[in-house]
């Protein structure tokens, strides 16, 4: 199946400060990504689509201008955590899904960037 | 969850048994697909079902799907321990590409 790589597994920053994560498909090109985010023994809750090109579209609740998403290529999106603080500790995980596929076929998710702010 | 409930939240079972696991969703679906997530870690593919298909088999495992009551099951036979594991369903909506978890259910195969 096709690669979908997230960058970094894990990663600890201080309260405060800002944190990339990427997700790139390796040998696809995605016109959309997906970001999630999963507390401790909870589900995964779609946070935001991230489309190539144009703005990203941002589910109920989540902040936009905290958790920043820019998808500047086919094989590239990012996720910015601005101003991190200890509630925003969590696992992120991200998914591909290839260009042009239809709707009833799989996205490929990235093995996930583990966020501890202290 | 975003998208419904499984059931049971949390399964305990002897290596050999089989573990059913059931997910309920609210919206119309294109297709529904079932992962497995070891603790902490990302997600494994599993098993995608359509919603115009009403059983799928992939080795140990068995999906059915019934689109009238918006419900999936997923069976997994002669569990083993390594087996042990959360696992979600994931529906894809009619309405564009989105994915959207089910709360999960967390398997427990002792050995």
């Known amino acids: 199946g096709a690669v979908v790589s997230q960058h970094p597994s894990w990663v600890i920053c201080k309260s405060g400060t800002s944190v990339k994560i990427e997700c790139r498909s390796l040998d696809f090109q995605a016109t959309t990504m997906f970001w999630y985010r999963q507390f401790p023994k909870q589900s995964l809750m779609l946070m935001a689509t991230s489309n190539e090109g144009s703005k990203a579209t941002y589910e109920q609740g989540v902040e936009k201008d905290k958790f920043l998403i820019n998808h500047a290529s086919l094989t590239l999106s990012t996720l910015t955590v601005t101003s991190a603080h200890p509630e925003d500790s969590s696992f992120y995980i991200c998914?591909?899904?290839?260009?042009?596929?239809?709707?009833?076929?799989?996205?490929?998710f990235g093995q996930g960037t583990r966020l501890t702010v202290v | 969850s975003q998208q419904g409930e499984e059931d049971p939240q949390a399964l305990s079972i002897q290596e050999g048994e089989n573990a059913t696991m059931n997910c309920s969703y609210k919206t119309s679906i294109n297709n529904l697909q079932w992962y497995r997530q070891n603790s902490g870690r990302g997600l494994v593919h599993l098993i995608l079902i359509r919603s115009n298909e009403r059983e799928k088999h992939s080795g140990r495992l068995r999906v059915t799907l019934d689109t009238s009551k918006k419900s999936s099951s997923l069976l997994i036979t002669a569990s083993r321990a390594a087996d042990t594991a959360s696992y979600f369903c994931?529906?894809?909506?009619?309405?564009?590409?989105?994915?959207?978890f089910g709360a999960g259910t967390r398997l427990f195969v002792k050995a």
């Open positions: 998914s591909a899904r290839e260009s042009g596929t239809p709707m009833n076929t799989e996205a490929f």
């Open positions: 994931a529906t894809g909506g009619t309405g564009g590409f989105k994915t959207i």
